[in-house]
């Protein structure tokens, strides 16, 4: 085991530099392998399995002692049975439902099963050469209902649930990422590097997030790495300045002062001391800090500048916002799911933090 933590982070090191290697490559080819928000995945759980799980492992006492706090809290047991319910759906639902691109004008704005529409229906028969007026009635073939081009609601809200998912956990990670760096070297190094971080963190600060990112999405283009790699770009500054605060508290610690006197490095004792300290404060900004991505890209699909090739459900509700009267379901339905994840995500957020700090009370 001592051997295994000596060479974790050169065996790391060797991965990523494989990694950005093929990369590389594989991004160059006409018709490449995997994307490019999959690697952002692919260096993100190498990051959780060589630091994330062994510093949850060597801390497994605290950490079962938080789970059980946090299971005190029904709130947020809810919030994460339904985050993994999520997750669930978005890993197998596409495989059990019908593809959401698929048009079928017979069969646009069909309500959901079990419902009707006063507004009948009239499509193109093309053997019989005339226009077909039809009872619009839900069906099992659609739980969901469809939208006016006759795509399944059920299909789109699963991808939907995926995009949404993939969008809140990448751009987060890349956010988290680069306010940890900061925040942690703003705390130890001190002087004018300190200075200078924050006082251009200020600056980022004083841009009001949603039309920094409506502009450069515009200028961009509407695509959805753009989209993600945006939002991870300039939604870093609040966590830098809690993990500044949290590292300015853990430095002046008697595990941190005993460690510089015993000759440890700084490396040591950022990664070692100052890092996995702050753990708790970065998983609580994480989890609170998702269901305002979410609700970032979904605002951008709303108003018409999210990619028009992947439905997630700010494009569904975009879809629906001309159908109100005649096809409600269209908008409310994805309305529902957006409603439900963020609370979820508060929720668990919230039983989080009152885990992590020792001064809230047992409830």
Not at 28 to 33: E, H
Request: charged share 15%.
């Amino acid at each position: 085991m001592p051997t295994i933590k000596r060479h974790r982070g050169l065996v790391f090191l060797v991965l990523l530099g494989l990694l950005v290697a093929v990369a590389a490559v594989d991004l160059t080819l006409p018709a490449s392998i995997l994307s490019s928000t999959a690697y952002v995945y692919i260096f993100l759980l190498l990051l959780i399995v060589f630091f994330g799980i062994p510093s949850f492992y060597a801390n497994r006492r605290l950490s079962r002692y938080y789970w059980d706090r946090t299971k005190k809290n029904t709130l947020a047991v809810l919030g994460l049975a339904f985050i993994l319910f999520l997750f669930l759906v978005a890993l197998v639902g596409p495989f059990l439902t019908r593809d959401p691109t698929q048009v079928n004008f017979k069969e646009r704005n069909l309500p959901p099963a079990g419902f009707s529409s006063s507004h009948s229906q009239s499509y193109y028969d093309a053997a019989s050469g005339k226009f077909v007026t039809q009872e619009s009635k839900g069906s099992w073939a659609h739980p969901l209902g469809t939208d006016e081009k006759g795509r399944d609601l059920l299909a789109m809200l699963v991808s939907g649930a995926r995009i949404s998912l993939q969008v809140g956990f990448l751009a987060t990670g890349i956010a988290i990422m680069i306010g940890t760096i900061v925040g942690v070297v703003a705390a130890f190094s001190g002087g004018w590097m300190d200075n200078a971080l924050m006082r251009f963190t200020d600056i980022m600060m004083t841009f009001p997030f949603f039309l920094l990112l409506i502009f450069i999405v515009f200028i961009l283009g509407p695509n959805l790495n753009i989209i993600i790699t945006v939002i991870g770009l300039t939604g870093w500054t609040g966590t830098a300045r809690l993990v500044r605060s949290e590292a300015l508290s853990l430095r002046t610690r008697e595990f941190v002062l005993a460690a510089k006197s015993l000759g440890a490095t700084n490396n040591r004792i950022i990664f070692r001391h100052i890092v996995p300290n702050a753990v708790s404060t970065i998983i609580v900004i994480a989890t609170l800090s998702i269901p305002g991505v979410i609700l970032a890209e979904s605002a951008l699909s709303f108003i018409g500048l999210g990619d028009p090739k992947v439905p997630s459900w700010g494009v569904v509700l975009n879809a629906g916002q001309n159908t109100l009267e005649t096809a409600w379901w269209v908008a409310v339905e994805p309305g529902i799911c957006l409603f439900l994840t963020v609370l979820a995500f508060n929720f668990f957020g919230d039983g989080l933090r009152d885990a992590f700090d020792p001064r809230s009370g047992q409830r």
